[in-house]
């Protein structure tokens, strides 16, 4: 059976872990976990976008995704924290 990739949608042999088009993960956790990293870094790089309600929220759940995620990576600081310093 072929695993479709998530992102580019080619087809990959079941022993493929990672997509021969585009690199992506082909496991639906890894692909989700890699998006969710992303979007964290960005969102890091970008703090202006932190001030409004509704990137928290954003951010809020991107966060609470990759508590999921068998991820080494940490963020420079934590967002959420920060988030209590605009009260
Ligand atoms: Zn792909």
């Known amino acids: 059976m072929p695993k479709r990739c998530y992102q580019c949608e080619r087809d990959n042999t079941a022993d493929q872990a990672f997509c021969g088009g585009c690199g992506a993960a082909l496991g639906l956790n ?12 960005d969102a890091i790089r970008d703090r202006d976008i932190l001030e409004t309600e509704s990137s928290i929220k954003v951010f809020e759940r991107a966060w609470g995704w990759r508590l999921d995620c ?4 940490k963020p420079p ?6 988030k209590e310093h605009l009260r």
């Not at 998006?35 to 964290?40: A, G, H, I, R």
């Not at 600081?77 to 920060?82: D, V």
């Open 30 to 41: 890894d692909y989700i976990c890699e998006k969710v990293e992303e979007q964290l870094r």
């Open 70 to 73: 068998q991820s080494s990576w």
């Open 77 to 82: 600081f934590n967002p959420l924290m920060a």
